[in-house]
């Protein structure tokens, strides 16, 4: 794999759960935290796509549904899930 990445960017918690959330609430698309990595690095403009064709990959349904609460906590009063 290393091979053929030409790069990798890194985002805090926080941004996880905020794409996490937008996924869930927005796109009725159930992703873990780690699974909207992806999509958190390209809400965060981490990586230039501007202009690109651009495919992110959402992975994970596996979702443990009694940490949504503590994970809401964690988010904070400005993510996605709070104006839900």
């Known amino acids: 794999m290393l091979r053929h990445v030409g790069g990798m960017v890194t985002v805090e918690d926080r941004s996880l759960l905020d794409a996490m959330f937008y996924l869930w609430e927005r796109l009725k698309l159930l992703v873990e935290p780690t699974g909207a990595l992806g999509a958190a690095a390209a809400f965060e403009s981490r990586t230039p796509i501007a202009g690109a064709r651009v495919g992110i990959l959402l992975t994970g ?11 809401q906590r964690l988010a904070g009063p400005d993510s996605a899930a709070a104006h839900g």
Do not use: I, P, R
């Open 61 to 71: 349904g596996n979702v443990d549904l009694s940490q949504v609460g503590a994970w």
